[in-house]
């Protein structure tokens, strides 16, 4: 090793000390206080549009395959909503595959969507990495894929012209951190996850993390329940859950709002009535979670997907595929859903739905 190898080595390391340092110095009081704050950040209207202000004119008679991870999932079918609402009246035609659950069982889905003679392909929900053939054949047909939720990453990544999505950590943490301020740091967690899913194993490690930062809180057990197969699995889950745990279970954090649907069931209900758990889910926002947000019923916050503003902004980046313009770039902020703000924001139709005038300011856009 030489002599500024070595030098460089120490400097790192007296970095990575005075790093660790700082964070083991921060005591729970700080910890909870830098929770509120971003609580409070992520709970705060969506008034102001962040999203793009220029961007080329909607073309027209475009037929688009929307290629479905699960319609049956309620944020998959609002954002399929989303997208036909944001095309009516531009003269575009859009066909769907429904995969049931199973895209990711096989690589020949875009495929079949190709022998559809689409002009475009949205994959909604699907794993791109595991479709990496089929979009090697769309790009050499020349035909667009935008992605949402098909890869960990926004923006152009495996194979996407660009990728819709919230950041998986940041929704997670959101998700933590309110359970760690609603509990004044002394909740009993478990953690719901789909380890079929990258992006909700992404969530899942950062509930994880969120939840060893605060010392009075207690990590019980991180569940591996596929959406897909929650259905006949909860029960059963649940029962375990309760019979290892009993009281000391307080709380639960899932990376979906279709772990607590199903702990609505009389069955399931009925294992959790004595310890009345509080669940947080770090995503999707379905209308039975602002129910039961609002019922202060089981669910206490969400961290939802503005699934209406995605189906549009999927439609836009498709665009500016067609017109050989740059993906917009755009990342939706965080939002969290509680009892709190749940008059606004789309709240009172039990959706996020921000007031941020988003489809005039496309509209604007696909006017020039």
């Given at each position: 090793m030489t002599a500024i190898q070595s030098k460089c080595l120490t400097v790192l390391l007296v970095a990575f000390c005075l790093i660790t340092d700082a964070v083991a110095q921060e005591n729970p009081m700080q910890f909870l206080s830098r929770a509120n704050a971003k609580v409070a950040k992520a709970a705060a209207l969506k008034t102001r549009w962040e999203g793009p202000v220029d961007g080329p004119?909607?073309?027209?008679?475009?037929?688009?395959?929307?290629?479905?991870?699960?319609?049956?999932?309620p944020s998959i079918s609002g954002l399929f909503n989303g997208v036909k609402e944001a095309i009516n009246g531009a003269g575009w035609e859009i066909l769907y595959i429904d995969c049931r659950g199973r895209c990711n069982q096989g690589a020949a889905i875009v495929s079949q969507a190709l022998d559809m003679s689409p002009n475009g392909i949205i994959l909604a929900g699907v794993d791109a990495a595991g479709q990496a053939k089929g979009l090697a054949a769309a790009a050499h047909a020349k035909v667009p894929v935008v992605g949402w939720h098909a890869s960990i990453k926004s923006g152009p990544a495996d194979g996407l012209f660009t990728n819709i999505t919230s950041n998986p950590k940041e929704a997670a943490q959101i998700a933590a951190l309110y359970g760690v301020v609603e509990s004044n740091s002394k909740a009993g967690i478990v953690v719901f996850s789909d380890t079929s899913n990258p992006y909700s194993v992404a969530k899942s490690n950062a509930i994880v993390e969120v939840i060893k930062q605060c010392e009075s809180?207690?990590?019980?057990?991180?569940?591996?329940?596929?959406?897909?197969?929650?259905?006949?699995?909860?029960?059963?889950?649940?029962?375990?859950?309760?019979?290892?745990?009993?009281?000391?279970?307080?709380?639960?954090?899932?990376?979906?709002?279709?772990?607590?649907?199903?702990?609505?069931?009389?069955?399931?209900?009925?294992?959790?009535?004595?310890?009345?758990?509080?669940?947080?889910?770090?995503?999707?926002?379905?209308?039975?979670?602002?129910?039961?947000?609002?019922?202060?019923?089981?669910?206490?916050?969400t961290v939802p997907e503005p699934l209406l503003m995605h189906g549009w902004q999927l439609v836009d980046e498709l665009n500016r595929a067609f017109s050989d313009v740059a993906p917009s770039g755009y990342v939706t902020p965080v939002h969290l859903v509680t009892a709190q703000n749940i008059a606004y924001d789309g709240g009172p139709k039990n959706v996020f739905d921000p007031g941020n005038d988003y489809r005039s300011q496309y509209q604007r856009i696909w006017a020039k």
């Open positions: 004119k909607l073309l027209k008679k475009k037929k688009i395959v929307f290629i479905a991870s699960d319609l049956s999932d809180c207690r990590l019980l057990s991180v569940e591996d329940v596929p959406v897909a197969e929650a259905n006949t699995k909860m029960l059963h889950v649940v029962e375990n859950l309760t019979k290892k745990f009993g009281a000391k279970w307080t709380h639960a954090i899932g990376v979906n709002d279709v772990y607590f649907d199903l702990m609505e069931r009389p069955a399931i209900a009925a294992l959790i009535s004595t310890n009345k758990v509080s669940g947080l889910s770090a995503g999707d926002g379905s209308s039975g979670a602002f129910k039961r947000i609002r019922a202060s019923s089981l669910q206490i916050g």
